[in-house]
């Protein structure tokens, strides 16, 4: 069995992964006030750093489409709006389980859950939108002006929020501080998930642009409907 | 000690399978 | 082509339409009595407690009647067949969305003299100019939101569903400054004028964004 380039990067990227998981695992130290529980925010921050990136490549995929037509470009957004969308996920769901463990509920309205949240929301739109909209030159215009207007939205609302809890001052819980070996298994792991992410966006690129090659052959010619004309009231 | 473990399970369901789901999917677009 | 006049004018033949068939005023009127009773059977509100809830009340009615309102602006097929014979003219696009939202825009804030009334009188909260310029403000950016996702989601399949979920969460920078506004010009613990300042900037950031972009949702 012959293994294509794609799977040799993807085979490399897991190594990396695996790497990351086993300094997050063993070389990284308990922490003393969180215990255990705390090892799950190495994976969780980089995924959410990772899904960043991913909506980057979305939000410039969708502009260089609009300014010159570039299918490729709206290939790329494609690609990157759904790894975005499972690093998300991923996020959110690590997220609710340490937030169970250590606040003692699933959820919690701060800022940076629910701006992580409405990020989610609007990829998974932008996603659906794209699906129920006219696949070609309507889904790729429709795709960058909501992959546009959701890249502001999220640090609008992360602002929003922010500043309504400064409105209703509560109990204040982060501790940021990092000691150096949990520093560097951070810093390592944020490096090799986003290689990771990286991967899976040129797959998911490479995918878009065989289908987008079949779409061509599979229709030879595209009869042009004249529109019904409109009663006029 | 058990949200730890469910945490990077479902992580490493989530991405592993959607790794490996777009790899043959890949790999099926290709052979046609 | 004065842009500005432009504007009027589109928004003068969309009103003047409305006001013909008067569509809209059922679908708007029911929201507001769904929010009296709502507020009053739904809850256990009294004298205390209503400042605390009213706010609620209040946006959850004017995001619905919002969606209602701005999501009709470019749904209709009459609409998108005389919106193309408009854009055929030499008239800038960016005026032409203008004018429909402004129509738009009219058809809320006709809503929201009577459901702020309405709500002060049956729950007995404050009604005040600043409750009203904080409503006011804030349709602004939320029209312009919701007309520029109505026009992108015109030609696409189940549009009702996609509406609210593209356009709720770019309204909810406005729903927590003026959620907060609300209940502070009703006596709740916060402040009021960052919460106007907050809302003056999402309106501009907001309208420029829409203006700049409805060339590219208008032009197909």
Not at chain 1, 59 to 84: H, K, T
Not at chain 2, 4 to 27: E, H, K, N, P, Q
Not at chain 3, 116 to 145: E, K, N, Q, R, Y
């Amino acid at each position: 069995m012959k293994v294509n380039r794609y799977e040799k990067a993807a085979a490399g990227a897991v190594a990396l992964m695996l790497v990351a998981f086993a300094a997050i695992f063993f070389y990284a130290p308990t922490d003393w006030l969180q215990g255990a529980v705390q090892r799950i925010f190495y994976l969780h921050v980089s995924s959410a750093i990772a899904a960043y990136g991913c909506f980057t490549v979305v939000l410039l995929g969708g502009l260089v489409f609009l300014r010159n037509e570039s299918y490729a470009a709206d290939r790329w957004a494609r690609a990157g709006a759904l790894v975005g969308v499972i690093f998300t996920t991923v996020t959110l769901v690590m997220g609710s389980l340490w937030a169970k463990k250590v606040w003692g509920q699933f959820w919690v309205w701060d800022a940076r859950l629910t701006s992580t949240l409405v990020l989610w929301i609007i990829y998974a739109g932008y996603l659906l939108v794209r699906r129920l909209a006219e696949p070609g030159r309507q889904a790729a215009r429709i795709g960058a002006l909501v992959g546009i207007f959701g890249f502001v939205d999220v640090p609008v609302v992360h602002f929003s929020v922010t500043w309504w809890v400064t409105q209703h001052p509560g109990p204040v819980i982060v501790n940021d501080a990092l000691p150096p070996e949990m520093l560097a298994t951070f810093l390592f792991t944020m490096f090799c998930t986003i290689v990771f992410a990286a991967v899976l966006v040129v797959i998911r690129y490479r995918i878009e642009t065989l289908r987008d090659a079949k779409q061509v052959l599979v229709e030879p010619a595209k009869v042009v409907s004249a529109r019904q004309p409109e009663p006029v009231p | 000690m058990s949200y730890l473990v469910i945490a990077y399970a479902f992580a490493v369901a989530l991405l592993g399978g959607f790794l490996i789901w777009s790899l043959r999917t890949l790999r099926d677009l290709d052979r046609r | 082509m004065n842009p500005f006049l432009v504007a009027v004018a589109v928004a003068r033949k969309d009103l003047l339409s409305e006001w013909r068939t008067r569509e809209m005023v059922p679908a708007l009127a029911q929201f507001i009595v769904l929010a009296l009773l709502i507020g009053n059977f739904g809850f256990q509100i009294d004298s205390r407690n209503a400042p605390s809830i009213a706010p609620g009340i209040l946006w959850l009615t004017l995001v619905f009647a919002g969606l209602v309102a701005f999501g009709r602006t470019f749904g209709a097929e009459r609409e998108q067949a005389s919106l193309e014979a408009m854009l055929m003219t030499p008239a800038s696009p960016v005026a032409i969305f203008a004018g429909k939202a402004l129509a738009a825009s009219a058809l809320l804030v006709a809503c929201e003299a009577v459901l702020l009334p309405a709500l002060s009188l049956f729950f007995g909260t404050p009604f005040s100019g600043a409750i009203v310029f904080v409503v006011l403000l804030a349709t602004v950016g939320m029209a312009a939101l919701g007309c520029i996702f109505s026009a992108i989601v015109a030609r696409v399949r189940a549009r009702e569903l996609l509406l609210p979920l593209l356009t709720l969460p770019l309204w909810i920078p406005f729903i927590v400054a003026g959620g907060q506004a609300v209940q502070s010009a009703m006596g709740l613990p916060g402040s009021y004028d960052q919460a106007i300042g907050l809302l003056i900037d999402f309106d501009i950031l907001f309208v420029v964004l829409t203006s700049l972009a409805a060339r590219f949702v208008l032009d197909e």
